[in-house]
């Protein structure tokens, strides 16, 4: 299995700001995702992210909202860009390596948006 | 494309009772099959998860969960649940080639009363 780590844990930010979320594996992964949970609501995919490649965004989301990046097979970040209250949500990382077939997730960073 | 549903919102059981989450997934072939739980404010952490082969399946924390090919179900069990496992249980089907795009069913948030 993986560990994952996600900073921040939290934020609470204002209107119209961004927010870099790291994610740190500690080990090296093919495949890292992105996820949405919005208040009381399962997980929504925004984005998958192989390293050396564009990341590959799921239908409602772009690349100007959530850039990603996946500088190497431990670590990526996501942003949200220029954000509103309907932002706020918690923002999970996953990753998935090796033979396990299995995502591994991290513990979320819990962003609030006034 | 797959879907997967878990038609129980919420569940409360009493702390020692026996516990059944349902799970439905719709998918053309057999998938992959998974179980995670997310604990309040924490990340997802996997329980169990379905390949191939043995149609019951053992996980962490004393939990099982059976494929049913011909119901299309997944659903996971425990004997005797303690007040620990108050939670959100999510199951998720994943198709068996290439990265693992995985789609989450909306969750069972389980209670547990003394």
């Known amino acids: 299995s993986a560990v994952i780590s996600q900073k921040p844990s939290r934020d609470i930010c204002q209107r119209g700001t961004s927010l870099t979320i790291q994610c740190q594996v500690d080990?090296?992964?093919?495949?890292m995702f992105w996820y949405r949970q919005q208040p009381g609501q399962s997980l929504t995919l925004i984005a998958t992210?192989?390293?050396?490649?564009?990341?590959?965004?799921e239908s409602g989301f772009v690349i100007d909202k959530f850039p990603i990046s996946r500088p190497n097979l431990t670590f990526s970040t996501l942003t949200v860009s220029n954000m509103s209250p309907e932002d706020s949500s918690i923002y999970l990382c996953?990753?998935?390596?090796?033979?396990?077939?299995?995502?591994?997730f991290g513990p979320g960073t819990r962003l609030l948006v006034l | 494309a797959q879907s997967v549903t878990q038609p129980d919102i919420h569940i409360t059981v009493s702390e020692g009772a026996s516990l059944e989450l349902r799970c439905n997934y719709s998918?053309?072939?057999?998938?992959?099959l998974f179980w995670y739980v997310q604990s309040p404010g924490q990340g997802l952490q996997l329980l169990l998860k379905y390949f191939s082969g043995d149609t019951l399946v053992q996980g962490i924390k004393g939990f099982e969960a059976e494929f049913k090919r011909s119901q299309s179900s997944f659903n996971l069990r425990k004997p005797s649940v303690h007040w620990s496992d108050a939670a959100e249980y999510f199951c998720a089907v994943g198709a068996p080639w290439g990265y693992q795009k995985v789609t989450f069913g909306t969750g069972t948030k389980l209670q547990v009363i003394p």
């Open positions: 996953s990753a998935e390596g090796g033979r396990e077939e299995t995502q591994y």
């Open positions: 998918y053309g072939a057999t998938p992959y």
């Open positions: 992210a192989n390293q050396g490649s564009e990341a590959t965004y």
């Open positions: 080990s090296q992964v093919t495949m």
